[in-house]
T-cell receptor
Framework: DAKTTQPPSMDCAEGRAANLPCNHSTISGNEYVYWYRQIHSQGPQYIIH???NNETNEMASLIITEDRKSSTLILPHATLRDTAVYYCIVRGAGGSQGNLIFGKGTKLSVKP | NAGVTQTPKFRILKIGQSMTLQCAQD?????MYWYRQDPGMGLKLIYYSVGAGITDKGEVPNGYNVSRSTTEDFPLRLELAAPSQTSVYFCASTDSQGIQYFGAGTRLSVL
């Protein structure tokens, strides 16, 4: 699985968009970008994933650059409940691709 | 759907005691995993299973055992508990898109 690089921490004002970057310059053609978050002491929660097109769901948007070497997770209107550690993970799709390898992630603090 | 259910939520063990952490999923997923997370650290894989009757070691399997007799259940057994096994344990299962669903965790203290 390709390695990812994320900033260790970010702050965001409540109600503003939170833009979390991730670099994955060694991503291969069949690898997807997955985003998870872990709110304090809870199990990690899936947010969104994509291959090369931008994706949006009820939680967030995922913007992947054309060369696929980086991506940005966007929480459009951050709330205090979005305070969590966010993990960007690159791996092949499908259940057979093994366990997730969690890096250190980005600790997002949403402030009132 | 309940998703991935772990029991118990909390447990305190004495050194040398044994226990089984239960994990069940109702999504008919073949792939299941056990992770541990120490304070301030990332998740480390203990064991995983690709289907009923098939299990394999992960990164940190020492001191643990698993079984997978059914698709739904994937219990983790701790034999002779040690303080180094104090951690939060997460069970997860994966769907056909590779999305992993996690349980709420079991917080274990070995004293």
């Amino acid at each position: 699985d390709a390695k990812t690089t994320q900033p260790p921490s970010m702050d965001c004002a409540e109600g503003r968009a939170a833009n979390l970057p991730c670099n994955h310059s060694t991503i291969s053609g069949n690898e997807y970008v997955y985003w998870y978050r872990q709110i304090h002491s809870q199990g990690p929660q899936y947010i969104i994933h994509g291959l090369k097109n931008n994706e949006t769901n009820e939680m967030a948007s995922l913007i992947i650059t054309e060369d696929r070497k980086s991506s940005t997770l966007i929480l459009p209107h951050a709330t205090l409940r979005d305070t969590a550690v966010y993990y960007c993970i690159v791996r092949g799709a499908g259940g057979s691709q093994g366990n997730l390898i969690f890096g250190k992630g980005t600790k997002l603090s949403v402030k009132p | 759907n309940a998703g991935v259910t772990q029991t118990p939520k909390f447990r305190i063990l004495k050194i040398g005691q044994s226990m089984t952490l239960q994990c069940a999923q109702d999504m008919n997923h073949n792939y299941m995993y056990w992770y541990r997370q120490d304070p301030g650290m990332g998740l480390k894989l203990i064991y995983y299973s690709v289907g009923a009757g098939i299990t394999d070691k992960g990164e940190v399997p020492n001191g643990y055992n698993v079984s997978r007799s059914t698709t739904e259940d994937f219990p983790l057994r701790l034999e002779l508990a040690a303080p180094s096994q104090t951690s939060v344990y997460f069970c997860a299962s994966t769907d056909s898109q590779g999305i992993q669903y996690f349980g709420a965790g079991t917080r274990l203290s070995v004293l």
